[in-house]
């Protein structure tokens, strides 16, 4: 597609339940990078995927926490048992290749909201 | 780790000059990235510098300074709709992966 794809652009969560957050990055991008981003603050890092692989995942606050992307293309977010702490926007980011030259591009994000 | 500082906040008039400066510490950096992001929106790529220097880019130029670990987004002719978030983001590869770590952000108000 023309750009990064993010859905559901609004989830409503219940505390204890599972949500799944779906990127969609640009067709034939093999890095791809996951952040959560709180009110006022700079993007978070949780963890990072080349192609298929996923190289880093240190950022990734608990074990509620799972990403995969099996294929090298589309990658999910999946966070168990959410809890109120969890609400913020998750942003994907792509790019061509991972050599920071061809910049990042982002997703409109996922407003996450525990209630 | 990793350690990224710039201010919280800045104020400017429309047609100013302002700078926002960003130092940081870092293993393995690669370049540095400056994003613009607008108020419930996705961060947007404004430049990415690699090697010393100044570079151009219409109204917004970038400087790093890869031995101070320091950099600076300068915007000239400020517009109103320059107020926005601005995130300096170091670029790293270190541990057989990239990492791209974002600082807390400079809130930039433009007043009339």
């Known amino acids: 597609g023309a750009g990064v794809s993010q859905s559901p652009r609004y989830k409503v969560a219940k505390r204890g339940q599972d949500v799944a957050l779906r990127c969609d990055p640009i067709?034939?991008?093999?890095?791809l990078f996951w952040y959560q981003q709180a009110l006022g603050q700079g993007p978070e890092f949780l963890t990072y995927f080349q192609n298929e692989a996923q190289l880093d995942k240190s950022g990734l606050p608990s074990d509620r926490f799972f990403a995969e992307r099996p294929e090298g293309s589309v990658s999910t977010l999946k966070i168990q048992r959410t809890q109120q702490e969890d609400s913020a926007v998750y942003l994907c980011a792509s790019s061509l290749a991972g050599g920071g030259l061809y910049g990042y591009t982002f997703g409109s994000g996922t407003r996450l909201t525990v209630v | 780790g990793q350690n990224i500082d710039q201010p919280t906040e800045m104020t400017a008039t429309e047609g100013a000059i302002v700078q926002i400066n960003c130092t940081y510490q870092?293993?393995?950096?690669?370049?540095l990235f400056w994003y613009q992001q607008h108020a419930g929106e996705a961060p947007t790529f404004l430049s990415y510098?690699?090697?010393?220097g100044l570079e151009e880019k219409g109204r917004f130029s970038s400087f790093l300074s890869r031995s101070k670990g320091y950099s600076y987004l300068l915007l000239k002719e400020l517009q109103m709709k320059d107020s926005a978030s601005y995130l300096c983001?170091?670029?790293?590869?270190?541990?057989?992966?990239?990492?791209?770590?974002f600082g807390s952000g400079t809130r930039l108000l433009v007043r009339p």
């Open positions: 870092t293993s393995g950096f690669n370049g």
């Open positions: 067709s034939g991008h093999v890095s």
């Open positions: 983001a170091p670029y790293s590869y270190m541990d057989s992966s990239y990492k791209l770590i």
């Open positions: 510098n690699v090697l010393d």
